[in-house]
């Protein structure tokens, strides 16, 4: 899988192996099998077998075996777990996801994910959440086409997005109880650049 | 009419078989054209309420050319969503494959539009507007051909 090196987050030997820990490690909740992954993840089959030995091997990953098939998950025993998952969050999370996907919508200003998924990149422990809420501010062209992204985000991350259309100056001002309570919390600005380096 | 897809709908269990209503279908197709007249006339003062029309007017049509076939969705909940697929399945090849696939998206912004937060332009509505117009001309050409 000698696929080149991640632009955003180049510490990985490889996209591939990016793509590969983001998989396990951010879908624990949805376990694959290797020839799955392969399908899934678009990368050769005995490349990524290869890939996923040389991981575990590195106690980053541990696998099952059921029946015939290897099924990877993230080894939570890991002293680098906690902030490999952090890492891969942040390059590989839904906030990355959602940018590429908004960035074609017009007369967006910002968008921030909020809410649990918010919390948790902040650090805050916990599960997965099943949604993510996403706040959009701005005037953005096209509702119809916010429900596709929103569509076709379900498509990528296997969750519901939330998008929710709010005005600048109703973001500025913040007089709505929700917006105040929305604003102390933690939000994740997303990059609406498609992942362009500053 | 696809009737292997219908059928599969059938089988499922989403598409019950009812006696076939020519007559109600058209009233069906006159509510639908009434939805498109006031959903172009108000779609400067009242976009949602205009969008709201346009997509109940695609969905008369396609419960219009159910009724003309004897054929009506199961109630119960995701019966609109239900509706979709078999307009897809229904009236697949005949030009209309783009309009029809949207359905699904008008049906969803139109349910998140109840709430706050959702968004609905001008121009949404413009092509909900476009997507009933050739959903309803395609159920007419054929009830009434």
Known sequence: MRTSSPLLLPIFRSEGQGRLLARVYLHADRPVTIAGLARELRL????????????????????????????????????????????????????????????????????????????????????DPADIDVIVVGNPASGLELTRVSSDLFARLGREVNIMVVGEAEWDAAESGFLREVQSRPLITIDLTCGELA | MKSREVDAL?????????????????????????????????????????????????????????????????????????????????????????????FDTLRSLRNRSEYRGALVKEADVYEAISHAQAVVDIVTGEIDG
């Open chain 1, 44 to 127: 050769n089959d005995g490349a990524l077998t290869r890939e996923a030995n040389r991981l575990e091997r590195a106690g980053l990953v541990r696998s099952d075996r059921v029946g015939r098939n290897r099924i990877l998950h993230p080894n939570e025993e890991s002293p680098y777990y906690r902030e490999l998952y952090g890492l891969l969050l942040k390059a590989y999370g839904p906030a990355v996801v959602i940018g590429e996907e908004l960035a074609r919508v017009d007369g967006i200003q910002h968008a921030f994910v909020h809410g649990s998924w918010a919390a948790r990149y902040a650090g805050e422990p916990g599960s």
């Open chain 2, 10 to 102: 059938i089988s499922e269990g989403v598409i019950v078989r009812v006696r076939a209503d020519g007559k109600a279908a058209r009233l069906d197709l006159t509510v639908a054209r009434s939805h498109l007249a006031s959903a172009a006339a108000v779609v400067d003062s009242d976009p949602v309420g205009a969008f709201a029309l346009a997509y109940d007017a695609m969905r008369k049509a396609l419960v219009a050319h159910m009724r003309a076939n004897g054929l009506r969705v199961r109630s119960g909940v995701g019966a609109h969503y239900q509706t979709g697929r078999y307009g897809l399945a229904a009236l697949d090849g005949q030009g209309i494959d783009g309009a029809l696939g949207e």
